[in-house]
Each structure stands twice: as C-alpha cells, then as structure tokens.
Nanobody, 124 residues
Framework: QVQLEESGGGLVQAGASLRLSCAAS????????MGWFRQAPGKEREFVAA????????YYQDSVKGRFTISRDRAKNTVYLQMNSLKPEDTAVYYC?????????????????WGQGTQVTVSS
C-alpha cells in the first residue's frame, strides 16, 4: 500500500514559481511510475507530468513543457513538480498519483494511488 501527501501549493502572481512535493509512505518499487494531475474549477482532472521511479524518464502535457519539471528523490521517497512562469490558467488543485508500472501514461484510471491534492492559485 502506498500513501501520498502533497504540499507546496499556494497563492502566487503570474510569472512566479512554486515547487510542489509529494511524499510517499510505503515502498515505492523501481517498477513504479509517478504522476501529477490537476483539476481546475468546473473542469475534469487532467494529466500534467509523469516519470518513472527507476530511470527518471519523463513525459509532460504540451501546455506545461518548458515551464514545469518533474523529478524525484528516491532516498526521500518524494516526487517534485517545479513550476515556473506560472499562468492564471495553471490555477487548479494538483494531485500526485502512483501506478505499479513503469509505463508512462496520461490516463488517470491507470494510477492506483492518489494524494488529497494541494491548491495552486495564480493571480493575474
């Protein structure tokens, strides 16, 4: 069993940066992949970024490429989402997720474990 807890959200102005953290309790196996999703008010939850726990391969949604970076610290069992050049349209609740496969996918049904989410609000 894996439990995930996000932190690092907040209210920032457009152009600012934030780093989200996702601390995992329980064992994360080398065959796992970790992802970040977000849900804006009135919209469905969408994929943001993912990486493989073992090799660190990454995949991003087009709208965040070049601005967001996903990374992990295996010693701390923590995944990060560094978000730069934030835009008002990045405002959402951000969720961390884990799946028991190293195949990177964007569909949320493929992820078995989820955190409670952390709010990110970007003002214009």
């Amino acid at each position: 069993q894996v439990q995930l807890e996000e932190s690092g959200g907040g209210l920032v102005q457009a152009g600012a940066s934030l780093r989200l953290s996702c601390a995992a309790s329980g064992r994360i196996f080398s065959s796992y992949a970790m992802g970040w999703f977000r849900q804006a008010p009135g919209k469905e939850r969408e994929f943001v970024a993912a990486l493989t726990w073992s090799g660190g391969s990454t995949y991003y949604q087009d709208s965040v490429k070049g601005r967001f970076t996903i990374s992990r610290d295996r010693a701390k069992n923590t995944v990060y989402l560094q978000m730069n050049s934030l835009k008002p349209e990045d405002t959402a609740v951000y969720y961390c997720a884990a799946r028991g496969s190293a195949v990177l996918i964007t569909a949320e049904f493929g992820y078995s474990y989820w955190g409670q989410g952390t709010q990110v609000t970007v003002s214009s």
